[in-house]
């Protein structure tokens, strides 16, 4: 649905997108993640049409951007980083206002916009002005009007920025019910969210993507990092030579709290020692207060990828 091939941007003599491939499938959500200044929304603004492209190309639907960008921006729903709005207009005349350049006849603007309202949270404030609208109001109209010509690929720049946890869970939700109908690429820094509901994530740093797949295939490339955490009722010396002597044990670290020790368990890879450690407490007579399993996130790769792209970037700046 989406395909990007050898993108390249350069902003004077900075370069913000070096050599970008991709290619994104009718039906999927898509996590594009990175820290910031990577080239997240100079990237999304070339898929767009927004933006130009330095050199490559994209497709979307078979339609080239560049060639064909009124037929490509029929087809994409757009909701920018920073909104832009018209704080004089009320949300229902801004509404209408995107329907006539989506060359909607009135009918179908006003069932879309009541769709679209309903929806995004909108129905109770749909009369107020914009101006008067909080941020997490005003970022619920750019979503509402991303959605309002029933695009089949959506672009969403940070959709969730401004919103209190309450109003992210509705928009989580509201991209769920969206999948397979719509092809979604979804930019945010909030990594929970995206482990929930993508199908596939993509990382860039420093203007190239360093890693891709999905979720779970994410997560197992730092498995090692999982852990156990322990608390028993004994002295920590005594907990840290059971625990270590058990079989699969790659490290243990302890810390004593109310008479109450705690061990931060690393086993070796593929190993899970849950058992053998309940074993060695049991036997050892000790109270569990709690034996918890930490597996490893999708947090903990974006760090980890990130961090080693930043570091081979200072060396080659240093050669």
């Known amino acids: 649905m989406i395909d990007a091939q050898n993108l390249v941007k350069w902003y004077g003599p900075t370069l913000a997108v070096d050599d970008l491939s991709f290619n994104i499938p009718r039906g999927q959500i898509v996590g594009f993640l990175g820290p910031n200044g990577a080239g997240k929304s100079t990237t999304l603004r070339m898929l767009t049409g927004f933006l130009p492209p330095t050199a490559g190309r994209i497709s979307v639907d078979g339609l080239d951007v560049l060639a064909d960008s009124q037929a490509v921006r029929a087809k994409i729903g757009y909701l920018p980083e920073n909104t832009p709005l018209y704080p004089e207009m009320r949300i229902d005349e801004y509404l209408h206002y995107r329907g006539r350049l989506y060359r ?74 969206l999948r397979g109908k719509h092809t979604i690429l979804l930019s945010t820094h909030i990594l929970p969210e995206v482990e929930k509901i993508a199908d596939k994530v993509m990382i860039i740093a420093g203007g190239k993507i360093v890693a891709q797949g999905s979720p779970d295939e994410l997560r197992s490339a730092v498995a090692s990092d999982a ?43 593929g190993c899970d020692t849950r058992e053998a450690l309940g074993g060695a407490a049991l036997s050892s007579g000790w109270l569990i207060r709690e034996m918890r399993h930490e597996s490893a996130s999708l947090e903990q790769y974006f760090i980890q990828i990130t961090a080693r792209q930043s570091q081979a970037g200072v060396a080659e700046d240093t050669l």
């Not at 028993?232 to 020790?261: I, L, N, P, Y």
């Not at 931060?264 to 890879?269: A, F, G, R, S, Y």
């Open 227 to 269: 852990r156990i955490l322990v608390e028993v009722k004994a002295d920590a010396a005594k907990v840290s030579q059971a625990f270590g002597g058990v079989d699969g044990v790659k490290e243990v670290e302890t810390s004593m709290r109310d008479g109450w020790c705690r061990a931060v368990v690393t086993p070796k890879d």
């Open 104 to 177: 909607m006849d009135r009918y179908a603007r006003v069932q879309r916009i009541d769709e679209v309202c309903d929806r995004c949270g909108l129905s109770v404030v749909r009369r107020r002005l914009i101006g008067q609208l909080s941020r997490g109001n005003k970022q619920r109209v750019g979503l509402a009007g991303a959605l309002l010509h029933d695009p089949p690929v959506l672009i969403l720049d940070e959709p969730t920025a401004g919103l209190d946890p309450n109003q992210i869970t509705h928009v989580r939700r509201l991209i769920e019910e």
